[in-house]
């Protein structure tokens, strides 16, 4: 049986891929940043009887020591990692102007310096099996910077570059690296960056106010988030999965459009769409 590290796991895509590998044969280790969450995935997994393949850690990924302590937990126990889901991340909203340095900082701790510490402590597990995967959760927002979202497109940005030299690096030891660049999909982590806005301070200035209800609205229209979970096991299926895999509504033709059109002709779209 096969042992799949997952980050992020008390909500949203973690908790939809922990279940999903569950169904499809796959040993779990969920992480998560702290365990309030850890009483509803067990039970998830209980009702379908899987909770026997799953182990569930409180691991915030910018604490070394507690990446550590899941680590030697894996090491001890399986001996071996077949792949790592690097999920966990959070979505800091707000224009430069009104972001502080210490959100801003945050936010790239998390989403970048995160996914490096658990994949950098993580390799020499990966390392002791024939084919191994590591799947970065990336966004839309990876390769297309939209207004009000500078610090998560800067940390989705340089996940996308990570992933690029990480791919390299590591395909002599037949270990893949893919991204999975979601669009919007119903969960927390959107009603989450949302609610940390001041909407106040939007209404003030008719360009924010307009990007907050375009944010709000792209929110509640957006499809179900197990589609990534699926994706996310396709990917660990396959035999030779590529570096990208957009998803979600507009994800794939957004991502041909910022490849091939001008950018002057983006900046014209998004600002008649937010008028």
């Not at 907050?212 to 990917?235: F, G, H, K, N």
Request: include cysteine.
């Amino acid at each position: 049986m096969k042992t799949v590290l997952v980050t992020g796991t008390g909500s949203g895509f973690g908790f939809l891929t922990t279940l999903e590998l569950l169904r499809n044969g796959y040993r779990v280790v969920a992480t998560m940043r702290t365990l309030q969450s850890h009483e509803k995935l067990i039970e998830a997994a209980k009702q379908e009887q899987l909770a026997s393949e799953l182990d569930v850690f409180e691991m915030d990924v910018t604490d070394d020591v507690q990446i550590q302590h899941v680590k030697e937990f894996v090491q001890s126990k399986y001996k071996k990692l077949d792949m790592l889901v690097n999920n966990a991340g959070f979505c800091q909203a707000g224009f430069i102007s009104d972001l502080s340095v210490d959100a801003f900082y945050k936010q790239i701790d998390v989403n970048l310096h995160g996914v490096f510490r658990v994949t950098k402590a993580m390799l020499p597990l990966l390392e002791q099996v024939n084919k191994a995967n590591i799947i970065n959760v990336s966004s839309i927002s990876g390769y297309a910077g939209f207004p009000g979202m500078s610090a998560y497109s800067s940390s989705k940005f340089a996940l996308e570059g990570l992933s690029e030299s990480l791919r390299i690096e590591l395909l002599p030891k037949n270990i893949f690296v893919s991204l999975v660049e979601p669009g919007s999909y119903q969960t927390d982590i959107w009603a989450k960056s949302l609610s940390s806005i001041d909407s106040s301070e939007m209404e003030k200035d008719p360009f924010k106010s307009s990007v907050l209800t375009y944010a709000q609205q792209s929110s509640q229209a957006s499809a179900d988030p197990r589609e990534v979970a699926v994706l996310i096991v396709a990917i660990c299926n396959k035999k030779n999965p590529k570096l990208r895999y957009p998803i979600g509504k507009g994800a794939s033709m957004f991502s041909l459009a910022k490849r091939f059109l001008p950018w002057s002709w983006l900046e014209i779209i998004m600002l008649k769409r937010l008028k």
